[in-house]
């Protein structure tokens, strides 16, 4: 069974600074995808980034980059310029072959004035 | 559009009761699912479907059970609610292929079994 691990159960950064989160899965899967999902306290599932294994190219939504490492089975997500509104609870999801996602137990970010 | 709603938002329950939590979808996907969150464990999977009429087991099952009568609408259930089922449900559903397209997510349902 696939298995999501994040190492950080909580993390911390000064405003405007750069945070980097944490996720290893263990998969015997080629193809599959990586997910980041930030939930901030009203609760709701926001998508932050996406990541296709076939792809090295590591992908990157404005603030937010992933380091992929396919080898290694790493997947983490850097947070540039930090805002007070990004934090938040983030998981790391996986998703192959079946239809369901496999999370993280999450890793809380807190955002320092 | 709505996207993905959920009802009700908040609920208590008695030990015993039973009760059912509505996932409503206007985005034509085909795959819904159920999943709860616990403090310090994710979000894990209980059911989800793949299309009207269809249903399987995910993750933590027991305890539970759903329908996909209408293409847009989810339905969870708990027969007779225990206290360890207290926990905040939410639904998703997927649309696409079954590999590559995130989940869209409702704003969940907290329970509270005493």
């Known amino acids: 069974a696939q298995t999501v691990t994040q190492s950080q159960p909580e993390m911390s950064v000064q405003e405007a600074e750069t945070v980097t989160l944490s996720c290893t899965y263990d998969?015997?899967?080629?193809?599959?995808?990586l997910f980041w999902y930030k939930q901030p306290p009203s609760r709701q599932m926001i998508l932050v980034i996406r990541q296709e294994a076939y792809k090295q190219q590591n992908a990157t939504e404005n603030r937010f980059s992933v380091n992929f490492q396919k080898a290694a089975k790493s997947f983490s997500l850097k947070i540039s310029d930090s805002q007070l509104g990004d934090a938040a609870m983030y998981f790391c999801?996986?998703?192959?072959?079946?239809?369901?996602?496999?999370f993280g137990k999450g890793t809380k970010l807190s955002v320092i004035p | 559009n709505a996207g993905v709603t959920q009802t009700p938002k908040f609920r208590v329950l008695k030990t015993g009761q039973s009760m059912t939590l509505l996932c409503a979808q206007d985005?034509?996907?085909?795959?819904m699912y159920w999943y709860r969150q616990d403090p310090g464990m994710g979000l894990r999977l209980i059911h989800y479907s793949v299309g009207e009429g269809t249903t399987a087991k995910g993750e933590v099952p027991d305890g539970y059970n759903v329908s996909r009568l209408k293409k847009q609408n989810f339905l969870l259930g708990l027969e007779s609610a225990a206290p360890s089922q207290t926990s905040v449900y939410f639904c998703a559903t997927k649309g696409g292929t079954p590999l590559g397209y995130e989940q869209y997510f409702g704003p969940g349902t907290r329970l509270t079994v005493t």
């Open positions: 985005m034509n996907h085909e795959y």
């Open positions: 999801a996986y998703g192959a072959g079946s239809y369901q996602l496999t």
């Open positions: 998969t015997s899967e080629s193809d599959y995808y």
